[in-house]
């Protein structure tokens, strides 16, 4: 069985950033933090200075595990930030990739004590950094039971923006060391840790971000996938009046909205017991005492096993909603306007939802759907057999329903709610697969499979514009081939980003389907049901 790890770097596409030859690189300036200094690596080459594995949190061990993040003990001397950090503890799914698993040139330790970020910066040949750029704070992708910041390169961003953002990519706790639902989280722990953590250090760039060049009032999120769910959950988080505004720009890419239960739902609690269970923790008097005192590895089996045992193509251990930082389902907040942010561009590819469909076993769209969410009824699972019945072949309409349940429709909510200050934008390149658009923007060592630098730079470059301007039209390069892109309010425009059969790049406006934003409305109104 293939892990998630395997599902996000091949489907994504990226390889493992090797760092940087000596022979191109020096030692850069130490940038003290307050609790500790750390010293990073010029990139001669490019003039990039990077910071790779700062401690932004204190290590979620021993008594704090499940607990929110603390700041970082005080660290006597210079640290040196000049190797990827070991990442979070990963889980396995029972979701196989389509594509082959990309191997590694480095093997990054898996631990609980992963709560660091990477920090890079266009700097002049001594390190020093170019002053008040605008920052990007990147959220990897992985199901929220995998990922890492190993897998990206911040020098792919700067290089996009003509050196005109400081890029930062966190990591945070995953799988059931970051998403432990049920009560007893509740009372004695704190739910969603991995998104908190994601607050923890978006509020850690707010505080230190002018030190590596960063202004941070111009900071933007940017995640793909659960990275892009997380985006949508930071949106939403303290009914949209988070205090201070940790950003002004969010961006999605293939936003992942799977169900948010309420945290003490039937299902939240049968996962919490499954994890006692599985632990050995079943008959203890103080179930949260027994689990922070279980050993990582124990801890970690259970995770595999309780997400191997998942319905294919779902995601167990994922956010709830806590009534707290998540008050209430994402939907509902988007619905009435309850955002932080200023703008949004929104991205999703095609056919979302194959990868996460069992390719191998025939079902129909109304049976498939009452797998997909066990609140539904017959009711609801006949409204969805009328509503893609002339879509195709019934594997065609079953990748239609979690594609578009799941990712390309919860885009359309967020895009909503973001009236007059929004972008949307579909890749389209074949086979247009969740995942397939990253290795456009981070290619990191790879090649992208539609290898035209005219559509590279024109999709790469329309997000580092948005970061830098708010607006897609403001261009890093004007000599793009994008044309004027509207917000998507106007007759509901999209940019597509495509290639003709000859290999020609197509970059051109296109209008939403309407009878897409109709299915689109069938599953907002079904929110209650599918507990987004």
Not at 256 to 267: E, G, H, K, M, V
């Amino acid at each position: 069985m293939l892990s998630l790890r395997s599902l996000s770097r091949s489907c994504a596409a990226v390889a493992f950033f090797l760092a940087t030859p000596l022979a191109r690189a020096q030692t850069a300036p130490i940038v003290d933090l307050g609790y500790a200094q750390y010293q990073g690596t010029v990139d001669t080459a490019n003039n990039i200075t990077n910071f790779l594995g700062i401690r932004y949190a204190a290590a979620p061990l021993g008594d704090l595990r499940f607990r929110a993040p603390q700041p970082p003990a005080n660290t006597t001397g210079v640290q040196q930030a000049t190797v990827e950090p070991n990442e979070c503890f990963q889980a396995a799914t029972g979701l196989a990739p389509t594509n082959p698993l990309e191997t590694r040139a480095t093997q990054i330790v898996a631990t609980e004590d992963c709560l660091f970020l990477n920090v890079y910066y266009p700097s002049d040949g001594a390190g020093e950094p170019l002053q008040d750029l605008p920052t990007l704070v990147w959220i990897h992708g992985g199901g929220y039971l995998a990922g890492a910041a190993s897998s990206f390169n911040g020098e792919d961003i700067i290089r996009q923006s003509n050196r005109g953002v400081v890029v930062v990519l966190i990591q945070y706790r995953l799988g059931v060391f970051g998403f432990l639902p049920g009560t007893a989280v509740k009372r004695d722990g704190a739910l969603n840790a991995g998104l908190l953590d994601q607050d923890f250090a978006l509020r850690w760039v707010n505080q230190h971000i002018s030190k590596f060049g960063g202004d941070s009032s111009k900071v933007t999120i940017w995640g793909e996938s659960a990275g892009a769910g997380s985006v949508l959950q930071h949106v939403v988080a303290n009914n949209g009046q988070t205090e201070p505004q940790l950003f002004r720009g969010a961006i999605t890419s293939s936003t992942f909205l799977p169900s948010q239960y309420q945290f003490n739902d039937r299902i939240p609690e049968m996962l919490f017991s499954e994890v006692l269970a599985q632990t050995n923790c079943s008959t203890a008097t103080d179930s949260m005492a027994c689990l922070r005192a279980a050993d990582a590895s124990v801890l970690e089996t259970a995770n595999n096993n309780i997400n191997i045992g998942g319905f294919f193509g779902t995601f167990l251990l994922v956010p709830v909603v806590d009534g707290v930082f998540i008050t209430q389902r994402p939907t509902l907040s988007l619905m009435e306007g309850k955002v932080n942010g200023e703008a949004l561009l929104a991205v999703t590819n095609t056919f979302e939802g194959t990868a996460f469909v069992n390719q191998s076993v025939a079902v129909t769209a109304e049976q498939y759907s009452l797998d997909l969410f066990p609140k539904f009824g017959t009711v609801q699972a006949d409204t969805v057999g009328t509503l893609y019945a002339e879509l195709g072949s019934e594997l065609f309409q079953v990748d239609a329903v979690q594609g578009e349940s799941i990712f390309i429709c919860p885009t359309y909510y967020i895009l909503s709610a973001f009236q007059g200050r929004s972008f949307k934008g579909e890749f389209a390149v074949p086979p247009g697969l969740h995942g397939n658009d990253v290795v456009y923007y981070f290619p990191g060592t790879s090649t992208p499979p539609f290898n035209n630098t005219a559509f590279v730079d024109a999709f790469a470059q329309s997000f580092t514009s948005f970061i830098i301007n708010l607006d897609p039209n403001i261009k890093v390069d004007p000599a793009t081939i994008t044309p004027h892109w509207d917000i998507f309010d106007v007759n509901n425009t999209e940019m597509l980003f495509n290639k003709t059969v000859a290999g020609m790049p197509v970059v051109q406006p296109i209008r939403t389907s309407g009878a897409l934003l109709e299915r689109c409305q069938f599953w907002n109104s079904v929110g209650n049901l599918t507990a987004q």
